[in-house]
């Protein structure tokens, strides 16, 4: 690493823990936003002297980083450039820790994400911190509604894994609930699930799992043998997409809802949050409004699809997720495939102060629907000129 | 009076309706239907009618000089007079199938239009299955024609349906019912018409998925005094319809000459797109699109740092540049990448029958038709003036667009 790119590291590494250390939710917008300004600008500095790739696409933007006045003016990378193999990094092979990698849908390419020591640090830091906020800091019985193979320590972890280890720094014990029953199958274990309950039953308890994995695999069975557990002060929280229970109708009302009686919670323990692998670091959990919040180091920006100027509050466009977190992989500022929508920049009625969104949903894939042709081979359809 | 176009429900309302089409037997004679297509041409100038996309391509369609030599090439001098023509010792005409059905892709506005003149000319009824997208265009489009045509002489042969593409049965029917398709659009929808129940004999023409290049020779961009045209005509290839259309450009080769440096021409190029999307700016994106095109630009940028691009904060416009002789994927959105390459030929010869169009700027008349050959030779359809892409015409995909919807009958006379 040349010198100057050290340099930038070291300060960039500064200002990252000074946010850290802050409540997650108490900056002045203003403080916030100045702040981040400054640290988005260093990190892309050092990004650019760390690979000439990302320099060339800064270096093209619109508005150079020398000119740009908001973060929005600010060079964003769409999402889907971390599907490219290798994946984009800014550090050598050597230092890579950890490769994250999101849960693609049948036959798409997942995205990855690289992380050395620094970075796998600062997203537990930051996961922690804004899950704190809303669970507490409380260490507590952790079951997670997954199998015992994504609890332990990989080198490539995929979404799944990544979400249920983020939550580990709260756990005084951990217990998956689910057995694997064939290869890329699993079963719920009653008998576990059940003698947990009897366990813990009045504790604090930190439940985990992808939605459709609660739905299918836990709230489903129960219902089927009408068993309903008694967990008052657990905290369920969940992520992962609503594309396979909206197939089956299931509406986020009827999810909390079921949810909470399974578990025999009131119903705002049970939280939805939205994240990506790519945005390390940063979740966003519903607050009691029903609003995702935005930590102090973090941002979120809704694009115009047309203009992708930045929308104003009501205004629904694609969200670009902006965190200062990570620095092994270029995901300061990344436009994503989804829909969203800004309430407003603070003041939100849960108390929290900044900015808080709503997410809609993923961009509809566009019907391919004329002659013009996006293969650029016969050769690749099989057949020939 | 009824609507224009139907919504249909149920396979027993399209049956019903091609046999109402089959009750109108008689074709009008090709000079009244030149008449009506020249009044109909005229019409289509109005307000909201204007703004149509390909609209003004659809006047010149519809012009008399534009169809009736198509109509002699295809047909014969005698076909345009409604006449048969001698052959040796025989006599030769063509009369429609009957009721052709046609299906035309969602993201060209015209096209439902343009695939039915083509079959009207032949004498043929038309049933036409309108895409949900081009209701409202069409419709508009459709109204003009009904005022002019006050005796009903083309209306009536006329039937346009709309139903959802998922609705088989209503494709079935639609198939079991016709003499003859003409079937336009991308690789899945063409496939699903093509696998339909249509009758034994009928005839069945695919316009499928294909794409379309440029290319400039140095002797063009070189010149100072053609740039900054060539480079309007280049913009206007990539906006018209979006670039989605088969024949929109996706790439334009450009020819290196030693050490010329191509940044004016890239400048020329930068200012040209800027003055198109002046002129036709964009009013609504599909955000899919958008990413799309977010992904195209960071792709290219990111993956070599030879790499350059072009574009403004907005997605309204891209120019991505690079080097080399193949065509990298397409992004549509009027995203065009311009590939400086040593020599056309080369990239041409690699050309595997995707391209459908080639746009030429060619300086040296000779050199233009040694790459015409090549282009023709690797699946080129259409090899035209750059500026001129879009301009429909027959043959179109390497195919007659009236002659396969109709029946050459020989007569030999009995005497002879």
Not at chain 1, 116 to 127: I, N, Q, Y
Not at chain 2, 118 to 133: F, H, M, Y
Not at chain 2, 139 to 156: M, P, S
Not at chain 2, 253 to 277: C, I, S, V, W, Y
Request: contains cysteine.
């Amino acid at each position: 690493m040349s010198q100057v790119a050290e340099q930038q590291l070291a300060q960039v590494e500064q200002s990252i823990a000074a946010l850290l250390e802050g409540a997650p939710y108490g900056m002045d917008p203003g403080q916030r936003h100045q702040a981040l300004l400054r640290l988005f600008k260093q990190e892309l500095e050092y990004a650019c002297q760390r690979s000439p790739q990302f320099a060339n696409y800064v270096r093209h933007w619109p508005v150079s980083l020398s000119a740009a006045q908001s973060i929005a003016e600010f060079p964003y990378l769409p999402v889907s450039v971390f599907k490219a193999n290798p994946p984009l990094s800014l550090v050598p092979a050597g230092e890579i820790t950890r490769t994250l990698s999101s849960s693609a849908t049948s036959g798409q390419v997942p995205s990855r994400v690289v992380l050395d020591l620094a970075t796998s640090r600062r997203m537990t830091k930051g996961v922690v911190a804004i899950i704190r906020d809303f669970v507490g800091a409380a260490r507590r019985p952790y079951l997670v509604i997954d199998t015992q193979e994504n609890l332990g320590r990989q080198s490539e972890l995929g979404a799944r894994g990544a979400a249920i280890q983020a939550l580990g720094s709260f756990a005084t014990e951990i217990v998956s609930c689910l057995r694997p029953v064939e290869p890329g199958e699993s079963a719920l274990d009653v008998d576990k699930l059940l003698a947990c309950s009897d366990k813990w039953k009045d504790s604090p308890v930190l439940v985990y799992g992808f939605t459709y994995v609660i739905w299918t695999q836990l709230v489903q069975p129960l219902e089927k043998r009408g068993i309903r557990l008694s967990l008052p002060n657990v905290h369920v929280l969940h992520s992962g997409g609503w594309k396979r229970l909206e197939q089956q109708a299931v509406t986020p009302d009827v999810f909390v809802r079921d949810v909470a009686a399974t578990f025999g919670c009131a119903r705002n323990r049970v939280i939805d949050y939205y994240g990506m692998v790519e945005n390390v670091g940063v979740v966003y959990p519903d607050c009691e409004r029903g609003y995702k919040h935005v930590p102090s180091f973090a941002d979120v920006i809704i694009r115009d699809p047309l203009t992708l100027a930045s929308a104003e509050p009501g205004r629904q466009g694609l969200v670009e997720v902006c965190s200062v977190l990570p620095t092994s992989f270029p995901g300061f500022l990344l436009l994503t495939d989804d829909l969203g929508e800004i309430i407003g920049h603070d003041g939100c009625a849960c108390g929290r102060r900044g900015t808080h969104f709503r997410f809609l949903r993923r961009v509809p894939k566009v019907e391919v629907r004329g002659c013009g042709n996006l293969e650029t081979s016969r050769a690749r359809r099989g057949g020939g000129a | 009076m009824s609507d224009i176009l139907s919504t249909i429900a149920s396979p027993p309302e399209i049956t019903a309706a091609a046999r109402r089409l089959r009750e109108n037997a008689a074709s009008p004679a090709p000079a009244a239907v030149f008449d009506l297509f020249e009044q109909w041409a005229a019409a289509l100038d109005g307000p909201g009618v204007r703004e149509i996309p390909g609209v003004s391509f659809l006047r010149l369609w519809l012009r008399r000089g534009t169809l009736e030599p198509i109509l002699a090439r295809e047909l014969g001098s005698e076909a345009v007079r409604g006449e048969w023509h001698d052959q040796g010792r025989v006599r030769l005409r063509a009369f429609p199938l009957g009721v052709v059905g046609h299906w035309p892709a969602g993201n060209i506005e015209i096209q439902p239009i343009l695939s039915l003149t083509c079959a009207l000319l032949g004498g043929n009824s038309c049933l036409v299955r309108v895409p949900g997208g081009l209701i409202g265009p069409t419709r508009l489009i459709i109204e003009k024609l009904r005022q002019v045509d006050r005796d009903r002489l083309l209306t009536d042969r006329i039937f346009l349906a709309s139903f959802d593409h998922s609705r088989t049965d209503l494709h079935e029917a639609m198939a079991r019912a016709v003499d003859g398709a003409m079937i336009w659009g991308g690789e899945d929808a063409v496939s699903q018409v093509r696998a339909l129940p249509f009758p034994h004999w009928a005839r069945v023409v695919v316009f499928g998925p294909r794409l379309s290049v440029a290319a400039m020779d140095f002797g063009t961009w070189g010149d100072p005094n053609q740039r900054s045209a060539w480079c309007r005509r280049v913009a206007r290839d990539v906006w018209q319809f979006d670039q989605q259309a088969c024949s929109s450009p996706q790439t334009l080769f450009l020819e290196q000459d030693g050490g010329t440096d191509p940044g004016e021409f890239f400048a020329e190029l930068q200012r040209a797109f800027q003055e198109e999307n002046r002129a036709h700016p964009r009013l609504e994106i599909e955000p899919a699109l958008t990413s799309a095109i977010c992904r195209a630009r960071a792709s290219w940028l990111l993956e070599d740092v030879a790499h350059r691009a072009c574009f403004p904060q907005s997605a309204d416009w891209t120019i991505l540049q690079g080097k080399g002789i193949h065509i990298p994927e397409p992004t549509q959105g009027r995203t065009l990448t311009v590939m400086l390459a040593d020599d056309l030929l080369e990239a041409v010869s690699r050309f595997d029958g995707t391209v459908q169009t080639l746009g030429l700027a060619v300086k040296d008349r000779r050199r233009e038709e040694i790459l015409a050959e090549a282009a023709g030779r690797r699946g080129v359809d259409r090899i035209v003036r750059l500026g001129q892409m879009h301009v429909f015409g027959s043959p179109w995909d390497g195919t007659d667009l009236i002659r396969p919807m109709t029946r050459l009958v020989r007569h030999g006379r009995s005497e002879d």
